[in-house]
């Protein structure tokens, strides 16, 4: 089974540029999640989506940053115009099912990120 | 608010030592706690878990037991290998969020 792609790997742009990162969840799964990993320290969500459906946006400055997931498949994650403290690791996971409900957890699989330098 | 706290690496062990991660959680209520893994270039993978307390999650050799008592999930292994080199994250989740602690690099020398 293929897992969570993400691409580019690597993305190198000068502040106030824009730019977009691509997600491919494992097929079949419904909920789709956006992590920022700074270095030094532990992802933080960005975003969830439930099939095509926003979840939890609290944590997406969205003053810059705006997320789809057009027919509830692959998701693109848009940063415009980026600052320096964008850089960091932007991860993608995915997971069967929805990951509400306190008791509920549903495995999260991860792709490798796209690391991100903002100069 | 819920958090995840982890020993600060990086840490440098010889083949075959023993290994402990201390990660400690404040949370209400029973969250579930995750040992995560990042080897190099790799995604995150879920290595172990446990949803209540007093559970021993284990996997790959690695162990970690929930205490209530003392909020802790320590991560632990007997014997590590160079194989093992990475970084570990401990991860809480509650309330539909998985929380995640700062990471600890382990680098394991032959």
């Known amino acids: 089974e293929a897992g969570v792609a993400q691409s580019p790997r690597y993305k190198i742009i000068e502040k106030r540029q824009s730019v977009a990162f691509w997600c491919n969840p494992i097929s079949g799964h419904a909920t789709l999640y956006w992590y920022q990993q700074i270095l030094g320290q532990g992802p933080k969500l960005l975003i969830q989506f439930q099939n095509n459906g926003v979840v939890d946006d609290s944590q997406l400055p969205k003053d810059r940053f705006s997320a789809e997931r057009l027919k509830g498949v692959d998701s693109t994650l848009k940063i415009q115009p980026a600052k320096l403290e964008d850089s960091a690791v932007y991860l993608c996971a995915s997971s069967a099912g929805s990951s509400g409900g306190a008791s509920s957890y549903n495995e999260q699989f991860f792709g490798p990120g796209t690391r991100l330098t903002v100069l | 608010g819920n958090s995840v706290t982890q020993m600060e690496g990086p840490v440098t062990l010889s083949e075959e030592a023993f290994l402990t991660i201390n990660c400690t959680y404040t949370a209400t209520g029973y969250p579930s706690l995750f040992w995560y893994v990042q080897y190099p270039g790799e995604g995150l993978q879920l290595l172990l878990k446990?949803?209540?307390?007093?559970d021993k999650g284990s996997n790959k050799g690695f162990e970690a037991t929930y205490r209530k008592e003392t909020t802790s999930f320590h991560l632990e292994k007997g014997s590590v290998q160079v194989s093992d080199s990475a970084v570990y994250f401990c991860a809480l989740y509650q309330g539909g969020k998985l929380i995640f602690g700062q990471g600890t690099e382990l680098s394991v020398k032959p």
């Open positions: 446990a949803t209540k307390a007093d």
